[in-house]
């Protein structure tokens, strides 16, 4: 299978929601405890303004869905994921994050088209759907994400910018050039 490279499909099929959920053992005091300052932290940057990110309010202290330990998650659109990202990236601590996008496919989504921070756990994919007929929209009040309701880049403006940045590339020798065809 090819990946796609026809530029209106690829962003017609742009994900712009995401999950990460913070894990943690739940007999293990320690890390709930790091788990709960994590999340605090979290809470504490989206009100100042650092990033869009929306703990559930329920901490789940024991497996629940696909999750085989204690865990809570984090709703975050495309706007602030890089933010997020980068935030767990670095104060995470020994605590694993599991990452995945929100699509109409749960199932594949937790399966195959996740990523993790810190160690992976086995998850219980019985529980999740193949698919839904909507996308799983979260706080569409927030007009983010699948939501937004921002003016995006047309496919002409995009090509522009692409002709743009490998007309600026030429010159570096490091960078690989695009195919001809």
Not at 17 to 46: G, M, P, S
Not at 100 to 109: G, N, S
Not at 127 to 142: A, H, I, K, W
Not at 152 to 178: D, H, S, Y
């Amino acid at each position: 299978m090819s990946p796609p490279t026809d530029v209106k499909e690829v962003v017609d099929s742009e994900i712009k929601e995401w999950h990460f959920h913070i894990y943690f053992h739940q007999r293990n005091a320690d890390e709930l405890h790091a788990a709960l300052e994590l999340r605090d932290a979290v809470l504490r940057l989206r009100r100042d303004g650092a990033f869009v990110a929306v703990p559930l309010f329920r901490v789940n202290t024991d497996p629940i869905g696909p999750h085989p330990v204690g865990s809570y998650e984090i709703w975050c659109p495309s706007e602030s994921f890089v933010s997020v990202y980068s935030y767990l990236c670095l104060n995470r601590g020994d605590l694993s994050v599991l990452i995945h996008p929100l699509t109409r496919e749960e199932r594949k989504d937790h399966e195959i088209r996740h990523a993790w921070l810190g160690p992976s756990f086995p998850l219980d994919l019985s529980t999740l759907p193949v698919r839904s007929d909507e996308v799983p929209l979260q706080y569409p009040s927030l007009k983010l994400g699948y939501s937004s309701t921002a003016p995006q880049l047309t496919l002409e403006q995009r090509k522009r910018m692409g002709a743009n940045v490998e007309q600026i590339l030429k010159g570096e020798k490091e960078a690989a050039k695009a195919p001809s065809d």
